[in-house]
């Protein structure tokens, strides 16, 4: 720790080091305490080693910790001269992330901090009047404090080294690494966060955050006083299911543990990444990730974000949608409770049911035969007030009949059976492949009704269309001018240029490519998201072009990737990457959100990824090193998520886009696409993960080998350590992950008849196969090797008009 003297006290501390210090030379707390009194331009400064009872804290002295990752000192809020001890991040002394005195503020720059003679560290005003301390039970007077890199203030009895008081568990507003939010379910005590009262007064406010835990299922909640505010969903051992973005391939390093009936949420958090999470004053849990290149704090996460993330908006049996209109709606089988209020937007009364169960209509009911059926609502945060039952997927729904209470269920995997019998309040439907499906108990009328819904639509479209066709007749020239809103069409090389670059006549009908649905973006409307392609809002640059982050009207943040002119992708690449990314439904590939084709521009609109892509992790070598754990993690989860529909078997496609380097034989050579297919493209990228090299970028002159040949060849050799990657390489793993290149290379074979299926890829990875069948020896000649003159997307000749698309840029 480093103690320095700073001229102003009045303003917060100056988080730049000062070169004119004298190094820290202190090591653990054995070593002698060296006292240095210089003089600088700066004034008096002390460095030592440790605080003791000899060393005293004045106001404008600093604490830093050994590592300079935190600071203790004295701080004003903006706007104020009170005075309080904290803990802020040495980088930016706007984020204090603790408060000591948060009710007791010193009013002038008289305050000390010092151990006091019981042993307690504690401070004082200046009238020698005890403003706050540790109050920690010590049988001696020899102890010492430090600050530790994890912004932890550790009280130590320096007689043995044991820790006698540690600021992280009396946490104030915000969540640091070793902080552990609990809930003991055996006396119901809990450690929360608490918020600040207002921005500029750090006393006590009225937001908590914390854990809960019920019939065993631990949920995160913010509560206003005692009242629910928001709630992340039941934790199911990965990830809070109601929390969207912690739907990612990446480990966030959250987890909830178990520790004899006490609960803990921990965080892990990643090296050389600067992280703040806390709750503001107004109730809201935020997320901000410290950007050390342009030195200010990034937001990415905040809930509640919109009104539906607010604690049981809707009601009771009420579900929220942000993007239905209006947001709320009843349950099926229900209707408002009050319609007056509800039609005038105020849904907090909820919804009541419209017809009794057929369990509640008992011996008078005269349609015994027909039980009560479940209504599905997919990609739902579950309600809360959750029952348990252990059981399978298929068990849930006859022990829901089982009991009249029951309302309705859910599973999950990990979970097991969810069941719901007082009521279903704060249900919140998501957009996104997110979330679980819920299975609403209604009588067995509402099927009738929803037959009778059927005929009434099936009409209603005979009569729109026999007053289309009329229309149609008349007006089918003018029409066959005009763009289609939502249907884009390929320009083919070669064709003579159009006034409207979204309408161009081909030579072939049959080359055009045709994509429905996708929402199409104004060049004014991306102008607006990006502040007219500001600088400051630039992520990155690829061969094709720069990659802008954007915020639309709606407040959803989004990826622009804007075309170059001189990139060489002309519409033909333009199109292939738009029919590539918006067939795909894997939910660990970026989704495709939209598109522009307006004048000279060509940009796609992604869904923005805080955390970036894989890529970067894997092959950029600044960054920070994804160890052998979390690099399993991903490859279990791309083999549990993949890209090829359950209910399909084989496809067949006269024109074939994809990406280079992924694509399996058949059907780069033929269209043919099956599950097997899925299998090469995972196999590949199992051998990327552990080698950290790219397929496309990697090319054995010598030998001639590509990524996969090349891990053939070391395999067969029994030379598999010298594939992997030499950041991730020991040899505590290196059996298991030779294990995964085997694996890799049972996926990757040229006919799709050797490759395993997706399920017993999965059991081979969890070992529940033990003994792998040999690999056959992979394409690995020049045949396949057909880009390494650097070009990022080229064409191929065959009678499938193959198009290759890489992964640069995005």
């Not at 630039?538 to 709606?554: C, I, Q, S, T, W």
């Amino acid at each position: 720790m480093i103690i320095r003297k700073l001229m102003n006290p009045f303003v917060q501390p100056d988080p730049r080091p000062n070169k004119k210090l004298l190094h820290n030379e202190f090591c653990h707390f054995r070593t002698i305490i060296v006292v240095v009194l210089c003089l600088s331009s700066y004034g008096v400064c002390l460095e030592t080693g440790i605080l003791t009872p000899s060393v005293v804290l004045r106001d404008s002295d600093t604490i830093v910790s050994q590592g300079k990752v935190f600071t203790m000192g004295f701080f004003s809020p903006n706007g104020t001269t009170r005075r309080y001890i904290g803990i802020w991040y040495y980088v930016s002394n706007v984020s204090v992330m603790r408060v000591a005195n948060r009710d007791r503020p010193i009013n002038d720059t008289s305050g000390s901090i010092t151990i006091s003679s019981d042993g307690n560290i504690v401070l004082m005003n200046g009238n020698n009047e005890t403003v706050w301390s540790t109050n920690a039970t010590t049988s001696t007077s020899n102890t010492s404090a430090q600050l530790t890199d994890n912004g932890n203030l550790i009280l130590f009895d320096q007689s043995n080294n044991v820790s006698l008081w540690e600021s992280h568990k009396h946490p104030t507003n915000s969540f640091l690494p070793t902080t552990r939010l609990s809930h003991n379910t055996n006396t119901g005590e809990k450690v929360r966060l608490n918020s600040w009262r207002t921005s500029q007064d750090p006393n006590y406010g009225n937001y908590f955050v914390g854990l809960h835990v019920s019939v065993g299922i631990p949920q995160l909640f913010t509560w206003n006083q005692d009242r629910p505010f928001w709630r992340s969903g039941p934790w199911n051992g990965r990830v809070f299911t109601g929390v969207t973005s912690m739907y990612s391939v990446y480990v966030d390093g959250f987890n909830v543990v178990n520790e004899g009936g006490t609960y803990y949420f921990t965080r892990n958090f990643r090296q050389n990444l600067i992280v703040k999470d806390f709750l503001n004053p107004d109730g809201i849990l935020i997320e901000e990730v410290w950007n050390n290149q342009m030195g200010f704090w990034n937001r990415s996460f905040n809930g509640p974000d919109v009104p539906c993330d607010v604690y049981n908006y809707c009601g009771p049996f009420g579900f929220c949608n942000q993007y239905n209109s209006p947001i709320c709606q009843c349950l099926r089988g229900y209707e408002p409770k009050n319609k007056q209020e509800w039609d005038g937007g105020n849904w907090s009364g909820g919804c009541k049911r419209t017809t009794p169960l057929q369990c509640e209509r008992g011996n008078n009911a005269t349609d015994k035969s027909k039980g009560d059926i479940f209504s599905k609502l997919t990609m739902v945060k579950v309600p809360d007030l959750i029952q348990w039952s252990p059981g399978l997927e298929n068990e849930c729904r006859s022990l829901c009949l089982k009991s009249c209470s029951c309302l309705a269920y859910s599973y999950d995997t990990d979970i097991g059976c969810m069941f719901w019998s007082e009521s279903l309040i704060d249900i919140q439907q998501y957009q996104a492949d997110a979330g679980l499906d819920l299975y609403v108990r209604v009588p067995y009328s509402e099927r009738d009704k929803k037959k009778d819904k059927k005929v009434i639509i099936i009409v209603a479209v005979i009569i729109s269309l026999v007053v289309a066709s009329v229309g149609l007749f008349l007006s089918w020239r003018w029409m066959s001018k005009r763009k289609v809103k939502n249907v884009i069409v390929l320009k083919e090389s070669g064709d003579s240029n159009s006034s409207d670059s979204t309408s161009i006549v081909l030579r072939n009908p049959e080359d055009r490519v045709i994509i429905e649905e996708l929402p199409l973006y104004s060049i004014e409307t991306l102008v607006n998201a990006t502040n007219n392609f500001h600088t400051t809002n630039k992520l990155g640059e690829g061969g094709f072009g720069p990659v802008y982050k954007g915020k639309l009207a709606n407040r959803k943040e989004i990826a622009v990737k804007r075309l170059s002119t001189a990139s060489g992708q002309g519409m033909e690449e333009f199109m292939n990457e738009v029919a590539v990314i918006s067939k795909l439904q894997h939910r660990n590939l970026v989704r495709l959100l939209g598109c522009c084709v307006e004048r000279d521009e060509k940009m796609l609109i992604y869904e923005y990824l805080q955390n970036r892509s894989l890529d970067v992790f894997l092959f950029d070598q600044s960054q920070m090193v994804l160890d052998w754990r979390k690099r399993f993690n991903i490859i279990e989860d791309f083999g549990m998520a993949r890209i090829f529909g359950g209910n399909q078997d084989q496809a067949n496609t006269k024109r074939v886009v994809g990406t280079y380097g992924y694509m399996s034989p058949e059907y780069a050579l033929s269209g043919i696409f099956s599950e097997k297919s899925d299998v090469f493209s995972f196999g590949v990228l199992v051998l990327e993960i552990i080698s950290g090299r790219r397929n496309t970028n990697f090319y054995n002159e010598e030998l001639s080998l590509t990524l996969s040949g090349n891990a053939w060849k070391l395999w067969n050799e029994d030379k598999a350590v010298e594939f992997i990657d030499k950041r991730i390489s020991n040899p505590s793993f290196d059996t298991e992950i030779a294990r995964c290149i085997h694996i890799g290379l049972l996926c990757g074979q040229e006919s799709p008849v050797n490759r395993p299926t997706i399920s017993t890829v999965l059991s081979m990875l969890s070992t529940e196969i033990v003994d792998l069948p040999l690999p056959k020896e992979p394409l690995f000649t020049d045949r396949w090797n057909h880009a390494h003159s650097g070009s990022s997307s080229r064409q191929i000749g065959s009678a499938n008009n193959i198009s290759f698309t890489i992964l640069d840029g995005r």
